[in-house]
């Protein structure tokens, strides 16, 4: 099938590559001409393991292509995906001002039936919209589906490629039977293709990413409320996981969620629950729970140093909203280094991945360090703010000998506390009795 991809971020790439990987001649169309010029270069301007090898065979295959030109990129396409932004508008609300736009576009240059496709997290009712405004230029018959995409980045190639489910949100048959021929390879070992109308595919997509903001918010109140009651919030989460109707995951204890969806997904579900006069309780403490979550370690860090950060040096571990990625939208680490800065301290940062974005955000207000360890000579304290597998069984032989002090404020609740008690070291976590 040629399809094309309008907007190739994290969701567009990888949605282009794989459908490239499946057979298909992909054009992702992009109006950044930097990142354009750079994929047609080979170069990935994201950082997602495993894209790159998809990426190279498909481009050196000839199915896979880049333009900044929509007109070229939807020739002759029967599938449009659209993977555009959809930020939070002042209101907090999904701004729709890039779908709608493109919508606009389509309708002037479409010349033969296609398949207009949701991809981007959009509220509810607005594939009407778009359907709206490609009407108003459109010569040609067409269909708009609501297909939200579920993965996650830093495994979003198994995501796409090996779907729990796919969700296609339409009523017309012919959209369908499209819809089914491009997603049978992904689902051959029987996971659903799951058909309904577009405003319930719509919300779908809204009410798994609210839920588990849900899950993780609910698991960090119960952290906050071991702390006070000498429980520790790990045993805890290993009691309740193992119940199979709540499950294992997203029961971690932290500082709080972050990224480019949790945040933005339930504050415009909350709007739309507004719009509609629902009063959504549930999601108005979520968002309350994890404004408070993300911040949770200062008043500890300024209580620990006498609330004199003045001249300190605070070594940070992990910038990126969460491993194996190099995205950095709504990440605890960048809150927490403001305060910290603004506090007087100055901050050494390493990461993996997310290095070059904090760069572009921070600049040379803080040190960016080569290596981990690197980031700990001479400072005052450790903060863990990223759970990169790297930083779960550090050397602490070396550790010990470049930290001014043997002090952690651990975000993520990598190391036991037995460990901490025997090697000496004052340890504040999440949850936890905190070790002196
Ligand atoms: P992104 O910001 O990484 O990518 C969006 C791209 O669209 C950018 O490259 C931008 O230059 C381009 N763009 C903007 N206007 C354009 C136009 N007129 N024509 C062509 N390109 C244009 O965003 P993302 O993270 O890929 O997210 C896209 C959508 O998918 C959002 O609605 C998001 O909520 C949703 N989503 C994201 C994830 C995720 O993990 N990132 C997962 C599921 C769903």
Redo the contacts with the bound molecule.
């Keep these: 099938m040629k399809i094309a991809v ?7 790439l990888v949605t282009g590559t794989c459908f490239a990987e499946t057979g298909n001649q992909v054009t992702c ?4 001409e930097r ?1 354009v010029q750079k994929l047609i270069n080979g170069i990935i301007p994201i950082y997602e393991p495993g894209l790159d090898v998809l990426f190279n065979r498909n481009t050196a295959e000839g199915r896979l292509k880049f333009t900044t030109s ?1 007109a070229e990129g939807i020739e002759g396409a029967e599938v449009i995906f659209l ?4 930020p939070p508008g002042e209101d907090g609300s999904a701004d729709l001002k ?1 779908i709608l ?2 919508a606009g576009d389509l309708g002037q240059l479409l010349k033969d039936y296609a398949v207009i496709v949701d ?4 509220p509810v009712g607005t594939a009407e919209k778009v359907h709206d405004y490609i009407s108003l230029g459109a010569q040609v018959e067409f269909d708009v589906v609501s297909n ?6 830093g495994v ?1 190639i198994d995501d796409f490629m090996k779907p729990d489910r796919v969700v296609i949100g339409t009523k017309s048959e012919r959209a369908k039977a499209v819809m089914n021929k491009l997603y049978a390879p992904l689902v051959r070992q029987g996971n659903p293709v799951i058909f309904m109308d577009e405003r319930s595919a719509e919300m779908t997509k809204y009410a798994a990413n609210a839920f588990l903001a849900v899950k993780i918010s609910f698991m960090n109140e119960i952290a906050n409320l071991c702390e006070k009651a000498g429980a520790n919030v790990d045993d805890i989460r290993r009691g309740i996981g193992t119940d199979s109707r709540i499950g294992k995951r997203f029961l971690f204890a932290g500082i709080g969620y972050g ?3 949790f945040p ?2 339930v504050q415009a579900l909350a709007k739309t629950a507004q719009e509609y006069a629902y009063d959504f309780q549930i999601l108005k403490s979520v968002m309350d729970v994890n404004a408070k979550q993300k911040t949770k370690l200062l008043p500890v860090i300024n209580q620990h140093f006498n609330g004199d950060l003045k001249g300190k040096t605070i070594a940070v571990w992990g910038l990126a909203f969460k491993p194996y990625t190099d ?1 950095i939208r709504e990440a605890p680490a960048l809150e927490n280094i403001e305060a910290l800065l603004a506090a007087g301290a100055k901050v050494t940062a390493y990461d993996p991945e997310a290095m070059d974005n904090v760069k572009n955000v921070l600049g040379n207000r803080i040190t960016y360090a080569h290596t981990s360890y690197a980031a700990l000579d001479d400072a005052d304290a450790l903060v863990i703010m990223t759970e990169w597998p790297m930083f779960r069984t550090p050397e602490f032989s070396k550790m010990n000998l470049l930290l001014k002090n043997k002090v952690i404020f651990d975000g993520r609740n990598l190391y036991e506390l037995e460990q901490m008690k025997e090697m000496g070291y004052t340890y504040y976590s999440v949850g936890r009795e905190t070790v002196t």
Excluded: N
């Design positions: 309008v907007g190739t971020g994290y969701v567009g169309v992009d109006i950044d990142k929509l993977a555009l932004p959809t890039y736009k493109v991809k981007s997290t959009v939200p995409e579920f993965l996650r980045e979003a990224g480019s969806c933005k997904d995205d």
